[in-house]
């Protein structure tokens, strides 16, 4: 069992930057693949981020080059660093704990997920 927890989302302006943080229960952590999801008002979640445990990376296209994912397998944490944000960035931000995902972008790959955190970035 994981349960996670996060953290760091707030209003930002246009252009500025963020970092969430998402703290893990549990001894595996290390052994989990991570990701991060948005869910903005009327939309589906959707992907944003992924580190796998050997530490891959994956981003969706509309976040590469401005969002960076890590994690700390010490602190059984993940992180999320957004620069250069957007009003279109918008949504509940939601860390995920999947064991060996497969496809790293799929919900359904993730088995343990957080509240959520609201980040509002305005123009």
């Known amino acids: 069992q994981v349960q996670l927890v996060e953290s760091g989302g707030g209003l930002v302006q246009a252009g500025g930057s963020l970092r969430l943080s998402c703290a893990a229960s549990?001894?595996?952590?290390?052994?989990?693949?991570m990701g991060w999801f948005r869910q903005a008002p009327g939309n589906e979640r959707e992907f944003v981020a992924a580190?796998?445990?050997?530490?891959?990376?994956y981003y969706a296209d509309s976040v590469k080059g401005r969002f960076t994912i890590s994690r700390d397998n010490a602190k059984r944490t993940v992180y999320l660093q957004m620069n250069s944000l957007k009003p279109e960035d918008t949504a509940v931000y939601y860390c995920?704990?999947?064991?060996?995902?497969?496809?790293?972008?799929?919900?359904?790959?993730?088995?343990?997920w957080g509240q959520g955190t609201q980040v509002t970035v305005s123009s």
């Open positions: 995920a704990a999947a064991q060996s995902p497969t496809y790293v972008a799929s919900r359904n790959e993730y088995n343990y």
């Open positions: 549990g001894r595996a952590f290390s052994s989990y693949g």
């Open positions: 580190i796998r445990r050997g530490g891959s990376t």
